[in-house]
Nanobody
Framework: VQLQASGGGLVHPGGSLRLSCAASGRTFSTYHMGWFRQAPGKEREFVAT?????????RYADSVKGRFTISKDNAKNTVYLQMNSLKPEDTAVYFC?????????????????WGQGTLVTVSS
């Protein structure tokens, strides 16, 4: 599986962005899909994950719960991260990833495939 993340950019505090992650291959729906982020000088951290197949289950980090929404479109082989009420502390490179481990995969070592990352900067 090859992953290509996009949609990052510069946004003011309180603004919104939607990240997309397009996957290659015909097995997209079989993977749990996740988003992670890494801020400057910090370790990579879990943001959100959506379950395989219909994607009826999701999990979020406490820091983004209520502000971010993860979703997927199996027909388009794409997973999304809608980010609202953005804060300066959300500034990071965001990575999408795919996992076939048990649900819910919330650590980086549970993900086999990674995209290249897209930068989100929240600043006034």
């Amino acid at each position: 599986v090859q992953l290509q993340a996009s949609g990052g950019g510069l946004v003011h505090p309180g603004g919104s962005l939607r990240l997309s992650c397009a996957a290659s291959g015909r097995t997209f729906s079989t993977y749990h899909m996740g988003w992670f982020r890494q801020a400057p000088g910090k370790e990579r951290e879990f943001v959100a994950t959506v379950a395989n197949w219909s994607g009826g289950n999701t999990r979020y980090a406490d820091s983004v719960k209520g502000r971010f929404t993860i979703s997927k479109d199996n027909a388009k082989n794409t997973v999304y991260l809608q980010m609202n009420s953005l804060k300066p502390e959300d500034t990071a490179v965001y990575f999408c990833a795919a996992s076939s481990r048990l649900w819910p995969p919330t650590t980086g070592n549970e993900y086999y495939y990674w995209g290249q990352g897209t930068l989100v900067t929240v600043s006034s």
